[in-house]
């Protein structure tokens, strides 16, 4: 089987077919994590299209030295979903989100009982969830909730400087909680 | 810029995404000079996020969207320069020092790139408010011009104010004029309905003989208008300032109702 960076060379080359099993190997990777910020399915799925659209127009600047296809695309995938939430904010002329909205966004707690909600509660419940909760806030406001430092000083009501430290422990202790499985390993090389 | 321990937290909140402001700045510049210690932080946390991403329960996404790609890539242009004829020796030697210009740029265009959309989007913003300043700054220099020139005329111990009040028609209507016999002046209106389509407020000076016309007022909206009075050519003094309501050209003596008369 081809690895994903393989794949990722041949769709530069303009091989469709490596794009249709980079699909298959990704969507259902990203699709949750888009669904999960954007919130509604038809949003979910027209950022999804635009994230793999783009994949096969930059294939040719993926540079491995940067981080594996996995990082790539769900960072692609993270940054289009939060524009996406952010556009729907300013068409609805309100430019920031009221921030307890965005909290109740990223908050389990406010999760319902829909098959959905409990996917959340699955990422909650993993390597977050295990972070301090003041870590876990922070970095939840910010990459789920497309806040920005200050918005999240604002929301939460604390300094600056405590909100970068807390994202930066929380960041540091997720990476050592976080251990790849070996049977997906070998895609990403 | 070297690297020093501030930059590991502002690594740290670049990866989420949420770095903003002067820190922002600051780091981006920090990156642009390359930082190996920045780099493989960033690194390390995409990973780890996308390790976040790996941890929750997969979901099948709607299959129109894999159709919808798979047509759009078929429609998009045939596979252009992409399939190439096999390089000679020296296209490929080229194509190498393209291929390590294009590395280097895509490095020195990482950070750019990935603000592209907002930067464009605040480039727009920032001239639509330059355009705005402008227009404000045109309004307000004329406006300056217009205050500067009725103080000047207050200044003149020649000078008298003279008030007009509503005729007729515009009983509620008031206007006050500061005149000045060898300079002119100006006259400010209020309280006057702006004039008909086909009609236009027409202000006279009376001296020794007829009205002579003093040109026309435009009133706005809001009842108020204001303009500049040539001084009246070798006349005396002006004793009488009236307004009346004359076709829109103006007219050479006045022909419709008073609104406006001093006494």
């Excluded at chain 1, 600047?61 to 995938?77: C, F, L, N, Q």
């Excluded at chain 2, 996020?49 to 709607?62: G, H, K, M, T």
């Excluded at chain 2, 930067?119 to 004329?142: C, F, K, Y």
């Amino acid at each position: 089987m081809a690895t994903s960076a393989e794949l990722i060379r041949s769709m530069a080359a303009g091989d469709r077919e490596a794009f249709a099993h980079f699909y298959d190997r990704y969507a259902s990777l990203v699709y949750p994590l888009i669904l999960r910020i954007v919130r509604e399915r038809a949003d979910a799925a027209d950022v999804l299209q635009e994230v793999f659209w783009e994949t096969w127009q930059t294939a040719d600047a993926y540079d491995a030295a940067r981080g594996t296809p996995e990082a790539w695309i769900v960072m692609r995938a993270r940054t289009r979903a939060i524009d996406r939430v952010r556009s729907i904010r300013r068409k609805r002329e309100t430019f920031v989100m009221p921030l307890d909205e965005v909290t109740a966004r990223v908050t389990p707690d406010s999760a319902g009982d829909s098959a959905e909600r409990a996917e959340d509660r699955g990422v909650i419940l993993g390597a977050l969830a295990r972070l301090p909760e003041a870590q876990r806030e922070v970095i939840e406001l910010a990459y789920y909730g497309g806040l920005s430092q200050t918005e999240i000083a604002d929301s939460i009501k604390q300094p600056l400087g405590t909100v970068k430290t807390r994202i930066r422990s929380g960041l540091e202790r997720l990476r050592t909680l976080i251990k790849r499985p070996t049977g997906l390993a070998g895609w990403d090389r | 810029m070297t690297h020093d321990e501030s930059f590991d937290a502002l690594a740290a909140v670049y990866a989420v995404g949420a770095l903003d402001g002067e820190d922002r700045l600051r780091f981006e510049a920090h990156l642009g000079e390359g930082c190996a210690t920045c780099e493989t932080a960033l690194r390390e946390s995409g990973e780890t996020l996308a390790a976040l991403a790996r941890e929750a329960p997969r979901a099948i996404p709607p299959a129109h969207v894999k159709e919808a790609l798979l047509r759009r890539i078929a429609e998009s242009t045939a596979p252009t320069p992409r399939a190439r004829p096999a390089p000679s020796r020296l296209r490929w030697l080229a194509g190498a020092a393209a291929a390590v210009i294009v590395v280097s740029a895509l490095t020195a265009g990482y950070v750019s790139a990935r603000y592209e959309a907002r930067l464009g989007q605040m480039a727009r913003e920032a001239a639509a408010v330059r355009e705005r300043l402008r227009q404000d700054q045109a309004s307000l220099n004329e406006q300056l011009a217009l205050y500067r020139d009725v103080v000047d005329l207050l200044r003149d111990p020649a000078s008298r104010i003279v008030s007009l009040q509503g005729q007729g028609p515009a009983p509620q209507a008031a206007a006050r004029v500061v005149w000045n016999d060898r300079t002119g002046g100006h006259i400010f209106v209020n309280n006057l309905e702006p004039a008909p389509s086909g009609k236009a407020y027409e202000l006279w000076t009376i001296g020794e003989g007829a009205p002579r016309p003093a040109g026309l007022v435009a009133i706005q909206p809001s009842g108020t208008g204001s303009q500049r009075i040539a001084p009246v050519p070798g006349s005396t003094s002006v004793k009488v300032f009236a307004m009346t309501l004359e076709p829109a050209e103006g007219s050479p003596d006045p022909t419709g109702p008073m609104v406006l008369a001093s006494k």
